[in-house]
């Protein structure tokens, strides 16, 4: 469900979920990663037996709170019965329904093993090797740290204090000895610098337009659709998934410390802006209409920014 060439469909997620923001820039902290990080992570990775037991105690924790968390696909069938049944679909469904996640935490850490670490995995060597791909004991030690933090601050509504101090700490460590919080996030050019900064400074007559724009747009939000697509495809093919990933998770922290409401981010606004996002970083790739169709609603909502791309 989630991957870096599909980031808008994790900061949907993240921007409706209580504290998304704070996962986006863990995660786009994580983007920035090298080699040379690799020891300073693996080192602040717990080792002794009652470290390690008390990770292992944090971690049955997440899991009876994953078993909790509500998914779209089953609220959506409660809806479902209730309108076969005649019945009115409750409040607290639709509340919930509006912050379910599309995804879980499973498919979020898979993301970060796979994709936001690719390049710590090799091809294992020897004759039964058949394809594998292995992490070295820094790599795999470091891997343990970013997954625990992600999961401590997915969880954080959910988790007790001490199973979140658990987990975060060794990355809270790691991350101020390398200074990640200094570290300049991948550019994703100067348009993209410039919608980002204007979705910080959203104010409330910028959100009664951008609402104005979305239902303005809902009769072609198929072609919407397929208008970011090709933006994602796009991405794909120029190798700008990295930096798309991380205009998407800057997006969320702007977003949210503008104070964009959750009805706007389970709505239409929140696909606009995404889109709009999504555009910028491919802008000189995509052809007139599916720049149109992203871009031009956004523009027309908050008036000149630089020209995209």
Do not use: I, K
């Amino acid at each position: 469900m989630y991957t870096l060439v599909s980031a808008p469909v994790l900061a949907f997620d993240l921007v409706r979920r209580p504290g998304g923001e704070h996962v986006a820039r863990l995660l786009r902290e994580a983007l920035e990663l090298g080699p040379a990080d690799l020891p300073v992570l693996a080192a602040c990775a717990p080792s002794d037996v009652d470290a390690t037991a008390a990770r292992a105690g944090a971690w049955l924790a997440v899991s009876a709170a994953e078993a909790q968390r509500l998914e779209v696909t089953g609220l959506l069938e409660d809806v479902r019965a209730a309108t076969a049944e005649g019945r009115p679909v409750t409040a607290g469904t639709l509340q919930a329904l509006e912050s379910a996640p599309l995804g879980s935490l499973d498919a979020l850490l898979r993301c970060v093993r796979r994709e936001v670490l690719d390049w710590t995995w090799s091809a294992a060597s020897g004759p039964l090797a058949d394809g594998l791909a292995v992490q070295s004991a820094p790599a795999t030690a470091a891997t343990s740290v970013l997954c625990d933090a992600v999961a401590s601050c997915y969880l954080a509504g959910e988790l007790d204090d001490d199973a979140r101090r658990r987990l975060a700490g060794p990355w809270t460590r790691a991350a101020r000895a390398l200074g990640l919080a200094e570290r300049s996030a991948t550019d994703p050019g100067e348009g993209t610098r410039a919608l980002l900064a204007r979705l910080r400074a959203l104010g409330p007559a910028d959100l009664e337009r951008l609402r104005a724009a979305s239902a303005a747009t809902r009769a072609s939000r198929s072609r919407w659709a397929e208008a970011v697509h090709d933006a994602s495809w796009a991405v794909h093919l120029s190798g700008r998934v990295r930096p798309a990933a991380a205009a998407q998770l800057l997006a969320v922290e702007a977003v949210r410390d503008a104070g964009l409401p959750l009805a706007d981010s389970a709505g239409g606004v929140w696909n606009l802006l995404s889109g709009a996002v999504q555009a910028s970083v491919v802008a000189d790739l995509l052809g007139d209409e599916p720049t149109a169709l992203l871009a031009s609603p956004v523009r027309a909502a908050l008036g000149p920014l630089e020209p995209l791309g």
